[in-house]
């Protein structure tokens, strides 16, 4: 199916959605009862951040910056809550790439401190659960709020998040490598093209990048997930598709 056909046919087929994503779990192991249980860990780049079964078909990288307005969006209303649902079905998995380039276009090191706080998480195991609360509970884009003491009240509200290990890694920065790591793999994301990088939030799916007029969609909860549906059911057909 040609470009204009398959993405028709999503955003079509998108109005009729009556649920979601999570529609075909794997028949091998039963899914993850909750977002708790998620695997997390570091990629051997030592900048990807991989949450899922690491067998799942349908991999979506993610490109977002803490405090970038569209991204919390995402997570919150639009096809996050969808994407998690299929992690949790064991047929997705997702790869973040965590940037903080707002933070010299906006001002302030609020960014950093939340990626920087975010590998701290990851420490610990709980990425997923720190990753929702920050975007549950993100200040305005032009406030630089994600300050130590406010990510470590907001770590307060995961159990076995807050100790003297992480509270130390919070306030020195422990992580301020991976932080500048994880920017630079943001930028060469963009390619020639987008020097800077390909914006916040973008979705790769299966290699493939949504194409920015489609973007959007991942704003929309049901038009995303019948995107993710469509890749999982045709996934030879998102190979083909010319983007």
């Known amino acids: 199916m040609g470009r204009g056909g398959w993405w028709a046919a999503v955003c079509a087929a998108a109005v009729l959605v009556v649920t979601g994503c999570g529609q075909r779990a794997a028949e091998h192991e039963a899914d993850f009862t909750s977002a708790e249980e998620l695997p997390e860990r570091l990629g ?24 970038c307005p569209y991204c919390e969006e ?17 047929w997705a998995r997702v790869e973040y790439t965590l940037a903080s380039f707002l933070d010299d276009r906006v001002g302030g090191t609020g960014s950093k401190k939340a990626v920087n706080a975010l590998r701290a998480a990851l420490e610990e195991g709980k990425f997923v659960e720190y990753h929702e609360v920050l975007y549950a509970n993100q200040p305005e884009e032009s406030v630089d709020g994600y300050t130590d003491a406010y990510l470590l009240q907001l770590a307060g509200k995961i159990k076995g998040l807050r100790s003297p290990q992480f509270d130390a ?27 800077e990088g390909p914006g916040t939030p973008t979705a790769v799916i ?38």
């Open 44 to 67: 051997a780049d030592g900048i990807t951040i991989s949450v899922g079964d690491p067998e799942a078909p349908v991999k979506v990288h993610l490109y977002e910056d803490p405090r």
């Open 74 to 90: 995402f997570e919150t209303t639009g096809g996050g809550p969808q994407l998690q649902e299929a992690m949790l079905d064991r």
């Open 169 to 195: 890694a919070v306030k020195s920065m422990k992580y301020r490598a991976f932080v500048t790591a994880s920017q630079k793999a943001y930028e060469k994301a963009g390619g020639a093209k987008e020097p």
């Open 206 to 243: 299966n290699d493939k990048q949504i194409p920015l007029q489609y973007n959007a969609l991942l704003l929309e909860s049901d038009a995303f997930a019948e995107l993710l549906q469509r890749i999982y059911d045709q996934p030879r057909e998102w190979e083909d598709t010319a983007l």
